[in-house]
């Protein structure tokens, strides 16, 4: 198994029979906080499926609800015409998200999140009469998914090589200045506003008036769990707002408690002008994404179309009511079970199992937040991934679910997490690390 094939069936998952055979890993079942893999495994799930099963697995009151809304009312279409579900589910997210969000545009997916919000950016900028400003301002090592706005503004140059120029306009934050110091992996406790300020040299050299949006995580994850250093998203609504820039928070991975407020906006106390989500809003169980928009966004766009918003963008599945319905039965759940409050309680249990991997093999550095963890391995000489790659075939044959990304293990467990199981989560994964040669 341990074989690059293996490493790439990831691209290419349902290759017709084949794969099938060919994948070591396949998964039958999943409940609470465990799957259960075709060959009887019990396994630990450590990163909440792909960070997205907050509530856990095999919710019963999201299966229900979802099969009760199939069989009444199974699709509508989305336009000139509603139903009450996506309404409802927008006044709860309203109630969550931060004041001053009133407006809630569906989508599929983060992806689609994430190209439905730089959409809006300019839309708003041109409503405004600043049609000039189209260019996009994301972050190396920004991660927005893989629609052509995701990559272009995603700093992830193996995801972006094969696509020629994507968005033109396009430009990037530096996640690093000096890998010593101001580097985003050495968290939060330092005060470093040196990588925020170079927002101000990219508004000098592109010039403000061109310039639309911002798109950056609150905390990236997919890339590596990088934390900002304190006051950095601060420090880029300063910037943001004193040049008429908007400010995106894609919270694909930091919405839904995560980081143990209801979005990572609220964590950090710095309001963006729209938010992203997608993932927790159904628990994983429906494909569901979001946009929140302020009010004052909304206003211009009416305004400017004297009354009715003149951008067309919208999705088939936009509100889909059955995808509604398993939003409103996990957040009811979020809810009931105060599972925010409790990612924010376990916290510090979190964080001082995670720092218990410090001083074993091959580990760099261990970061945290709320319910989530990287744990950064030296590489390989000449085989960068590897490593963490081992560590994740060994974690799953003895049943725990780690991501990996490059060298970095990635830790997001379902927020319904025990202490026991935290307990078992870095027990198994210290044996695993000790044990590589
Ligand atoms: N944005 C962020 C921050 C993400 O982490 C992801 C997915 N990991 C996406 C966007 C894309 O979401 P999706 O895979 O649902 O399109």
């Known amino acids: 198994i341990n074989t690059p094939s293996d490493m790439s069936a990831f691209w290419m998952p349902f290759t017709a029979n084949q794969q099938f055979k060919a994948a070591p890993r396949i998964l039958k079942s999943a409940a609470g906080m465990y799957y259960y893999s075709e060959d009887g495994r019990k396994i630990l799930d450590g990163t909440a499926g792909l960070w997205c099963c907050n509530a856990g697995h095999g919710r019963r009151e999201i299966a229900e609800a979802v099969s009760q809304q199939i069989s009444h009312l199974d699709f509508a279409p989305t336009f000139q015409m509603g139903h009450p579900l996506p309404f409802e589910l927008a006044n709860q997210l309203v109630e969550i998200a931060p004041k001053g969000f009133g407006h809630v545009f569906y989508t599929n997916s983060g992806s689609e999140s994430v190209d439905t919000a730089l959409k809006i950016a300019l839309a708003w900028q041109r409503a405004r009469g600043q049609g000039t400003r189209t260019r996009l301002i994301g972050r190396e090592r920004g991660y927005h998914g893989v629609g052509f706005g995701g990559i272009s503004v995603g700093g ?29 992996t050495k968290g939060l406790p330092e005060e470093d506003l040196a990588l925020a300020d170079e927002l101000e040299k990219i508004v000098f050299l592109h010039d403000a008036s061109n310039i639309a949006a911002v798109i950056v995580e609150p905390v990236a994850g997919s890339t590596g769990v990088l934390m900002p250093p304190k006051g950095y998203l601060k420090r880029l609504r300063e910037i943001c707002t004193k040049h008429g820039i908007l400010l995106i928070f894609d919270e694909v991975i930091t919405g839904f408690g995560r980081l143990g407020a209801p979005f990572a906006a609220q964590e950090f106390d710095v309001i963006p002008d729209m938010i992203t989500c997608a993932k927790g809003l159904t628990n994983g169980a429906i494909p569901m994404g979001a946009v929140l928009v302020q009010d004052h966004l909304y206003a211009d766009m009416m ?135």
């Open 156 to 184: 992830i140059p193996g995801n972006r090589k094969w696509f020629g120029s994507l968005l033109t306009g396009v430009d990037h934050l530096p996640h690093t200045l000096n890998l010593a110091k101001n580097a985003f």
């Open 303 to 437: 305004a400017a179309g004297k009354g009715a918003i003149e951008l067309f963008h919208g999705y088939t599945y936009s509100g889909h009511p059955v995808a509604a319905a398993a939003g409103l039965a996990t957040l009811e759940i979020y809810r009931n079970e105060n599972l925010f409050s409790r990612a924010a309680d376990l916290a510090g249990y979190w964080q001082e199992a995670a720092h218990s991997l410090k001083g074993c093999k091959h580990v760099k550095d261990v970061r945290n937040y709320g319910l989530v963890a990287g744990i950064e391995l030296e590489s390989m000489p000449d085989a960068p991934g590897k490593r963490a790659y081992e560590v994740f075939v060994r974690c799953f044959d003895k049943g725990l679910l780690i991501r990996v990304t490059g060298d970095i293990i990635a830790l997001s467990p379902p927020l319904i997490i025990e202490r026991s199981q935290i307990d078992d989560l870095f027990t198994l994964l210290q044996d695993v690390l000790q044990a590589q040669p």
